[in-house]
């Protein structure tokens, strides 16, 4: 199983109560808060290519500016990280390197 928290956030405060309505039909997409042009969800499915689809249909609502994950938990990431699929996203010629937003942290990787 896999939970992540992610923050919705939305183009314009005029739009919240659009991008509420559209993100609260997402399945396994549960709605916590909201503030301003902010949204909190939580994100509860069985793999990591799951999560990546929901984030995905997140992001592809109309209004959403972009959608950032504040926190993830894989049950069993040993078994899916061998089943995670990017082999699209590295095969698309149509993104570019400067448009891939990355959050996450790699200084444990660094001596």
Do not use: W
Not at 18 to 30: F, N, S, W
Not at 64 to 74: I, K, L, N, P
């Amino acid at each position: 199983m896999n939970i992540s928290s992610v923050i919705i956030y939305v183009d314009k405060p005029d739009l919240v109560d659009e991008v509420l309505a559209r993100a609260k039909e997402v399945k396994d997409c549960e709605i916590i808060t909201h503030e301003g042009i902010k949204i909190v969800a939580v994100i509860t499915v069985d793999s990591v290519n799951e999560e990546v689809k929901k984030f995905k249909e997140l992001e592809a609502i109309s209004g959403v500016s972009s959608v950032a994950m504040a926190y993830t938990y894989q049950e069993d990431i040993e078994f899916d990280k061998d089943k995670i699929d990017i082999s699209d996203m590295l095969k698309n010629d149509d993104i570019k390197a400067e448009d891939i937003v990355y959050n996450g942290s790699v200084g444990y990787k660094i001596k």
